[in-house]
């Protein structure tokens, strides 16, 4: 009797290891909880207080789009939402999708993450495969809504980086020339001086930009959202 229930339970395990189906996302980094639950709260009663409209652009990822804080004023010719939550993850953006994405059914998604899943220990394989999920998660909830990715940032503090940064982003300008619902802003030769560092446009901290950072920025984004994608949301 024993022999039999070890053999069905070997069989169980077997067929669990045969027919289990494979993950979407790289798995989750060892030991990550959720962290942000507090701006995300901050978000809801913010949406409770005002809900922006539908069919705006929505800015979504790390803190280089929490501290953009003249993107208002930087594209006068949009409604604009910031779901920036500071120090986040591409996995942490996938996470809280249905806090930060989702509900705003936006007409376009500008999307900055990926830098800070580097600089935790992700390989550029896993942070890829964390943005591929996210365009998964889009699909499911918003169709065909176009996503522009701005590439992971040169900075000094993390430009030993430079490399798994630049892997990275070949992945998803990759990415992006298979799919009509994806395009990718290069903004990396516009922070470097002549000789490939970065430029002089960040905070004490070496990390976040000046207003001088987002002033590079800002043209470059705005011709791309100009240029549009053949994907378009539904009901925009």
């Known amino acids: 009797m024993m022999r039999f229930a070890a053999g069905l339970t070997a069989l169980l ?3 669990c290891a045969t027919h289990a189906p494979l993950p979407d996302l790289a798995q989750s980094p060892p030991g990550k909880a959720p962290a942000f639950d507090v701006a995300i709260a901050a978000f809801a009663e913010a949406d409770r207080t005002a809900m922006p409209p539908r069919c705006a652009t929505l800015f979504v990822g790390a803190s280089s789009i929490r501290f953009w804080r003249s993107l208002k004023d930087d594209f006068p010719d949009r409604t604009v939402i910031n779901r920036g939550f500071g120090g986040s993850t591409i996995w942490e953006v996938d ?3 249905d806090r930060v994405v989702a509900p705003y059914q936006p007409e376009e998604i500008v999307f900055y993450a990926g830098e800070n899943d580097l ?3 992700r390989t550029p394989d896993e942070a890829y495969a964390d943005f591929v999920h996210f365009m ?6 918003l169709g065909a809504t176009p996503v522009w990715f701005i590439s992971a940032k040169p900075s000094k503090l993390r430009f030993d980086q430079l490399a798994k ?3 990275l982003n070949a992945k998803i300008r990759a990415l992006a020339d298979q799919r009509d619902d994806l395009a990718y802003i290069d903004v990396v030769p516009a922070m470097q001086k002549t000789d490939g560092t ?3 446009i960040f905070v004490e901290d070496n990390l976040h930009m000046t207003p001088e950072g987002y002033a590079l920025w800002t043209p470059l984004v705005d011709a791309a959202l100009d240029a549009g994608q053949s994907a378009k949301a539904p009901g925009c």
Do not use: C, I, V
């Open 13 to 15: 395990l077997s067929a």
């Open 95 to 97: 996470h809280y999708f």
């Open 119 to 121: 600089n935790a220990g």
């Open 136 to 141: 998964r998660l889009k699909e499911k909830a």
């Open 165 to 167: 940064q630049t892997a």
């Open 198 to 200: 970065p430029k002089d």
